[in-house]
């Protein structure tokens, strides 16, 4: 069994930070191609950072110079930093990541999201 915890969501101002993080656990042989997506009230889910096994990161230029994907593989963990906040990057974060397990099959799995709420 595997899981994906997302923390570190909530409310900020415009212009402000929040670090997200999204740990996996359980039977986990490798974490491949961690990203996080982000889906807004009425939107389609969208990509919002990817990052590969070389560290080499995607952004869309939405975010482009204000987020920033990282992992910490020895932790299973992927973390977003976000920086200069707007109010329309207010939407529910999710991460995503392909695994694989100890019975050597990759998975899709998702988080349960994190809310982030930018408004003054």
């Known amino acids: 069994q595997v899981q994906l915890v997302e923390s570190g969501g909530g409310l900020v101002q415009p212009g402000g930070s929040l670090r997200l993080s999204c740990e996996a656990s359980g039977n986990i042989v490798s974490i491949n191609a961690p990203a996080w997506y982000r889906q807004a009230p009425g939107k389609q889910r969208e990509l919002v950072a990817a990052?590969?096994?070389?560290?080499?990161?995607t952004y869309p230029d939405s975010v482009k110079g204000r987020f920033t994907i990282s992992r910490d593989s020895a932790k299973n963990t992927v973390y977003l930093q976000m920086n200069s906040l707007k109010p329309e990057d207010t939407a529910v974060y999710h991460c995503?990541?392909?695994?694989?397990?100890?019975?050597?099959?990759?998975?899709?799995?998702w988080g349960q999201g994190t809310r982030v709420t930018v408004s003054s």
């Open positions: 990052i590969t096994s070389d560290g080499t990161t």
């Open positions: 995503n990541a392909r695994i694989t397990t100890t019975d050597w099959v990759i998975y899709d799995y």
